[in-house]
């Protein structure tokens, strides 16, 4: 079965405001990675972490090994947020295991 | 830094032909992966290098694909005999060290076979 459980599949937010996206890992990852898909689908690297908490800006990410879960914290939203964003988990051959992406789109 | 070079950016061939993908790692960049993504699978790991050699290849199709980095410049994944299946938008990443190592992405091919 999937490995890797990302969620919600679509979201839609209002300018100024913000939300978190979760993947779920159904076996143990040594480390996660986050990036953004965008319009003209360059994926764009955002997080890379091994455990613990790393803020950037207006995102922040955590990856919680033992729990087996990784969040990707967005606050103030703005328009270039929109795009597609993918989880991907380092499994245990250091192979990265996608999530299905969560379409982001941002409204005036 | 450019970053990580894919061309062509799109190709269109015909059922049955060979399709030739190149990749330009970043300078300086030992790792070098493959990726597709399609619409219903989603991204699929393909295929990694580290210093041009191959480490793993588990998520190539046993047939008809093919992957070779003669120099650290440059990858390329090789197609033959496409088929309409292979349709997908082929990613090419490298990192600094290895696969543990921050992956940088370049823009993709687009390859729709006909």
């Known amino acids: 079965g999937d490995q890797v459980e990302q969620s919600p599949s679509a979201l839609s937010l209002h300018e100024g405001t913000g939300s978190a996206l979760r993947c779920n890992f159904t076996?143990?990852?040594?480390?996660v990675q986050w990036f953004q898909q965008n319009s003209r689908g360059s994926l764009i690297n955002l997080f890379y972490l091994a455990s613990g908490t790393k803020e950037n800006g207006r995102l922040k990410s955590t990856f919680n090994s033992k729990e087996s879960y990784s969040t990707l914290h967005i606050r103030d939203a703005q328009l270039e947020d929109s795009g597609t964003y993918f989880c991907?988990?380092?499994?245990?051959?250091?192979?990265?295991?996608w999530g299905s992406g969560t379409k982001l789109i941002i409204k005036p | 830094n450019a970053g990580v070079i894919q061309t062509p950016r799109h190709k269109v061939t015909g059922k049955g032909q060979e399709a030739t993908l190149w990749c330009e790692p970043i300078s300086g960049h030992s790792a070098v992966f493959w990726y597709r993504q399609t619409i219903v699978q989603g991204l699929e790991f393909l295929t990694y290098f580290r210093n041009q050699a191959p480490i793993d290849d588990s998520g190539m199709p046993k047939e008809r694909f093919s992957a070779q980095m003669p120099n650290q410049s440059h990858s390329t994944l090789k197609i033959q005999s496409t088929q309409p299946q292979d349709s997908a938008v082929y990613l090419c990443?490298?990192?600094?060290?290895?696969?543990?190592?921050?992956?940088?992405f370049g823009p993709g091919t687009r390859l729709l076979v006909l």
């Open positions: 991907a988990a380092e499994a245990g051959n250091y192979q990265l295991i």
């Open positions: 076996t143990t990852m040594r480390a």
């Open positions: 990443a490298s990192s600094f060290r290895s696969n543990q190592d921050t992956q940088y």
